[in-house]
């Protein structure tokens, strides 16, 4: 990977940690995690703060059969990303798109890249933000196990709010003849082999609800018999609570925070879960202030399309400490909130406001700062450009 890449991906995985509650929304994180690190969010978008962080938040996704470290990656805002990816990583047969289930019109790229002799990689490219921010990264694939059949990719299945329809991806054996994703009351959504183009390795696509409690990924032969199950863990981000408990914390803009079980912290707006922080790297029932130290992070935010409810609203919260959170852009326009104590004991203060009309911080690039009740400066969190 060139340096100059490696700093953008660096750059844009520090800011897509905002998107999401820490890696958010994993499939099985377990295996590889170390080896395959944030590419959610992003997520994104999401992504999930710290997914892991571009594709953070958060979150890295992984699940079984995932291969090393990526080759290349970059979220960037230009009109064709595939294009700087694709010539550093030229396919190996046709590139695969497919419709991307939350921006219409926009599609999802999938695409093989080296031989066997120069180790293979699977490649993608989505749009993982309102405003048009795309990811594009590649995953080296390493040499097939004996009983392993398929392999994940990515997919937009860390999407927050949940989309009405989510998708995941990845490659599959010659011997796989089909794949569906299942619950465990029962319901199943078929999948798709593509195994045109002259790629090494058919690409399998499976499309299901936004709200489906999806367990796993089951790949079978032409008999019927399962050859492999990638597990689906259903994410720690109160997928089954569908409402806010109690009146919660109000913000500005219509934003409340709702704490939920086990800590989960949601939160809502206008009846749609507007941000999740379920932990990442915590332990479940961690308070928030543990997992924002594990985190190492001042503050989790979200704020800005494609990052928050609505582009003109920024909310997260930060350390007790914390009195007051200013938010700099770097057009040089500025707008600051007080923190509100949490009524839970987590140790920490919440805040939210409205972003100057226009702006965009993750976009466009910004500055957030923390003071203390007697207005000195604790602490400071830069968001580049990326434009």
């Not at 490696?6 to 998107?19: C, K, N, V």
């Not at 993982?128 to 937009?156: I, N, S, V």
């Not at 226009?358 to 957030?368: R, S």
Request: aromatic residues 8%; charged residues 20%.
């Amino acid at each position: 990977m060139n340096h100059d890449l490696e700093g953008r991906l660096r750059e844009a995985l520090d800011e897509r940690a905002q998107t999401f509650g820490a890696s958010p929304q994993a499939w099985q994180r377990v295996q590889d995690r170390a080896r395959r690190t944030r590419l959610r969010r992003w997520t994104a978008l999401t992504l999930l703060p710290a997914l892991a962080t571009a594709c953070a938040v958060a979150l890295v996704v992984v699940m079984p059969g995932g291969g090393g470290p990526d080759i290349s990656a970059s979220t960037t805002k230009v009109d064709d990303p595939v294009a700087e990816l694709s010539a550093e990583n030229p396919p190996v047969g046709e590139i695969l798109s497919v419709p991307h289930p939350d921006f219409a019109g926009s599609t999802v790229k999938i695409w093989f890249s080296g031989s066997t002799r120069d180790h293979e990689r699977l490649c993608t490219e989505l749009q993982d933000t309102p405003t048009g921010g795309r990811t594009a990264f590649c995953q080296p694939m390493d040499p097939w196990k004996e009983k392993q059949f398929a392999r994940y990719l990515g997919g937009t299945d860390t999407a927050m709010p949940a989309p009405r329809e989510r998708l995941a991806y990845g490659a599959a054996r010659p011997e796989v003849a089909a794949v569906t994703a299942t619950t465990d009351d029962g319901q199943s959504f078929p999948g798709t082999l593509h195994r045109e183009g002259g790629r090494p390795w058919p690409i399998w696509t499976v499309p299901f609800p936004g709200d489906a409690p999806v367990t796993a990924i089951v790949f079978t032969d032409e008999a019927g018999q399962v050859l492999q199950r990638l597990p689906r863990t259903i994410p720690w981000d109160c997928d089954g609570d569908r409402t806010p408990v109690g009146t919660g914390i109000q913000l500005p803009g219509g934003v409340s925070a709702h704490l939920h079980a086990e800590n989960c912290l949601v939160f809502w707006h206008r009846g749609e879960q507007a941000g999740t922080d379920f932990g990442g790297v915590a332990v479940r029932g961690e308070p928030l202030s543990i997992r924002m130290t594990k985190q190492k992070q001042p503050a989790v935010i979200w704020g800005g399309p494609g990052q928050s409810a609505t582009g003109g609203l920024w909310y997260g919260y930060t350390g007790k400490e914390t009195h007051k959170v200013e938010l700099r852009l770097n057009d040089g326009r500025q707008t600051s909130a007080q923190t509100v104590p949490d009524p839970w004991g987590q140790g920490v203060r919440f805040f939210g406001g409205k972003i100057p009309k226009g702006g965009d911080p993750n976009l466009d690039g910004a500055v957030y700062l923390g003071y203390d009740a007697d207005g000195g400066e604790l602490w400071r969190k830069v968001v580049p450009a990326h434009k």
